[in-house]
T-cell receptor, first 112, second 114 residues
Framework: GENVEQHPSTLSVQEGDSAVIKCTYS??????FPWYKQELGKRPQLIIDIRSNVGEKKDQRIAVTLNKTAKHFSLHITETQPEDSAVYFC???????????FGKGTSLLVTP | EPEVTQTPSHQVTQMGQEVILRCVPI?????FYWYRQILGQKVEFLVS????????KSEIFDDQFSVERPDGSNFTLKIRSTKLEDSAMYFC????????????FGPGTRLTVL
């Protein structure tokens, strides 16, 4: 089945700095790559997603890049704020398209 | 904004008992999912459901698990004989379509098996 690897597992940055989280996937049939933010005790919430026909997507301070050849995608957060502190999960859909296979998560801490 | 809802928020049960977790997906969504998250770990896919059928399931979703859409609004996950290792947060999700559409997650049900 699909295997999604995510790095780093923890990331600490100063407010205003950038944060980058990287994921790789194994199934070349995957064509949908969402990123979810999960605050403690809350539901995962989609922050940005990208499909395989696009190489980059940006939404204000958040951007995602996708390299299909290398099977990796990355989340970039610029001008980080303390409220960005949370666990971030990348995911890739299965070859059937239905399941989302998640990475192990990155715990991001933004210190003032 | 419409949201996925789940009940109960917390369920405590004895090992070997049956539990039913309930979800109300977003009303115009056609695809429904269950995921689980063991404390401190990643979110794991259990099953997807479309048109009153399971469309995909993971290795975790064995014979102890079943899903049902008993009426036009509810979507349930039943665990027949709970084990200690079933303790986790169970998230329901729904999407308008399959194959790479945003999945909206519910708030989760925390299942504790004693």
């Amino acid at each position: 089945g699909e295997n999604v690897e995510q790095h780093p597992s923890t990331l600490s940055v100063q407010e205003g700095d950038s944060a980058v989280i990287k994921c790789t996937y194994s199934d070349s049939a995957s064509n949908y790559f969402p990123w979810y933010k999960q605050e403690l005790g809350k539901r995962p919430q989609l922050i940005i997603d990208i499909r395989s026909n696009v190489g980059e997507k940006k939404d204000q301070r958040i951007a995602v890049t996708l390299n299909k050849t290398a099977k990796h995608f990355s989340l970039h957060i610029t001008e980080t704020q303390p409220e960005d502190s949370a666990v971030y999960f990348c995911a890739a859909n299965s070859n059937s398209g239905y399941a989302l296979n998640f990475g192990k998560g990155t715990s991001l801490l933004v210190t003032p | 904004e419409p949201e996925v809802t789940q009940t109960p928020s917390h369920q405590v049960t004895q090992m070997g008992q049956e539990v039913i977790l309930r979800c109300v997906p977003i009303s115009n969504h056609l695809y429904f999912y269950w995921y689980r998250q063991i404390l401190g770990q990643k979110v794991e896919f259990l099953v997807s459901f479309y048109n009153n059928e399971i469309s995909e399931k993971s290795e975790i979703f064995d014979d102890q698990f079943s899903v049902e859409r008993p009426d036009g609004s509810n979507f349930t996950l039943k665990i027949r004989s709970t084990k200690l290792e079933d303790s986790a947060m169970y998230f329901c999700a729904s999407s308008e379509a399959g194959g790479g559409m945003e999945q909206f997650f519910g708030p989760g049900t925390r299942l504790t098996v004693l």
